[in-house]
């Protein structure tokens, strides 16, 4: 049998063969030195070196930087990762996900987006730091992490995120043009709830900031969410979508006042987050539906995931910070992608205690 290890528990293996009395030899020391070689060593060198440093979460950066790192993980870590391109934006732009997974048939799935209100840079970051730390640490995970699939769209809205680069840096939707307008707040383009409460949930007028589309998924960004969640053959178990600012972790609904029906379940889940943030980092969020911590939001992903998708837990974490609102300096994108990861990891146990101890589990997909 041949296996192949990575080369910072090549050693840890090694003890437990021997051990085992288990007789085996190295063939190759070092693979990865060996495609290099094979292929052209000082392009693919000097590649990796640029994204290693490119990507140190000490700044914030373009989408032609961020999608290099997405290739480069898939490109060290073929066995672990793949990167695929799920549509394209109203400007031709990739829509690129990174699917972090073991291979496992019985695995479950996490979606994980950011980035569909683009002047949120802090959203983008966050992602792509969760993609990092998954890939480079996954056999250091608990089983809560490593039995599911992993979906992971740093940036869901291509143009917009550009724009805010090269333009305008607070610009909220995408760079469709509806007459003398641009733009629909993607967020308001999924179908459940969407038009509800008029003007207070959405807008019809595309010259809004709320600016809902003509229907329903009208955007190929969001229809191509929906189209790679709903063709999936996985289970989806989580639905997470980073925004800033606000510091809280908020489910569905967004359309209505009302309750949804697993409010508690997702209090719960939410709370569970939120604990594991605050031991993190020291930073409180709050923990609550949409309308009760927010206002009224109609035609929201979380809302479409839940209701729809029927993934139980379906939340949106709104990132910091309240001081510096979208403008978050990038002093604090480390320790604000830290925290919130601890915070997922610990919802994952959550998740699947809660499966494990019920008899009929409320996150099976229908």
């Known amino acids: 049998m041949d296996i192949m290890v990575e080369g910072a528990q090549s050693s840890q293996v090694a003890g437990m063969l021997h051990e085992r009395e288990i007789p085996y030899a190295v063939a190759i020391g070092d693979l990865r030195t060996l495609m290099e070689k094979e292929q052209d060593p000082i392009k693919k060198t000097r590649r990796n070196s640029e994204i290693s440093r490119a990507m140190d979460w000490k700044s914030y950066h373009r989408l032609d930087v961020i999608y290099a790192f997405m290739d480069g993980l898939a490109s060290l870590y073929p066995y672990l990762c793949s990167v695929n391109v799920i549509g394209k934006s109203v400007e031709g732009r990739d829509l690129r996900m990174l699917k972090i997974s073991n291979g496992e048939s019985d695995n479950t799935g996490v ?62 939707k995408n760079r469709a043009r509806y007459g003398e307008c641009v733009g629909v707040d993607l967020n308001r383009n999924f179908s459940y709830g969407w038009g509800e409460r008029g003007e207070e949930g959405s807008s019809e007028d595309p010259g809004n900031i709320f600016y809902r589309g003509p229907k329903p998924f009208s955007e190929p960004e969001t229809a191509a969410l929906k189209r790679v969640i709903l063709d999936s ?7 997470l979508s980073l925004h800033s600012y606000g510091e809280v972790i908020i489910f569905p609904w967004g359309y209505t006042g009302d309750p949804c029906p697993d409010y508690v379940e997702l209090l719960e889940g939410g709370t569970t987050m939120a604990k594991a943030i605050f031991s993190s980092g020291g930073h409180t969020y709050k923990v609550g539906s949409t309308k009760d911590l927010m206002y009224y939001a109609a035609g929201t992903s979380t809302d479409w995931s839940y209701a729809v998708a029927n993934i139980l837990y379906s939340y949106m974490i709104e ?3 309240k001081t510096h609102r979208f403008l978050l300096p990038k002093e604090e994108i480390m320790s604000t992608a830290n925290e919130v990861m601890c915070g997922i990891i610990r919802l994952m146990d959550f998740v699947d205690r809660r499966c494990q101890s019920t008899q009929s589990c409320a996150c099976t997909k229908s």
């Open 233 to 239: 053959e996985t289970n989806f178990k989580v639905f």
């Open 319 to 321: 990132l910091r910070g």
């Open 111 to 172: 979606w994980v987006d950011g980035s569909i209100h683009p002047r949120e840079w802090i959203s983008a970051a966050v992602v792509t730091y969760i993609a990092d730390r998954l890939v480079r640490t996954f056999h250091e995970q608990p089983e809560s992490v490593t039995n599911k699939d992993w979906y992971l769209l740093p940036v869901l809205n291509p143009d917009g995120y550009e724009y805010t680069h090269t333009h305008d840096r607070m610009w909220r």
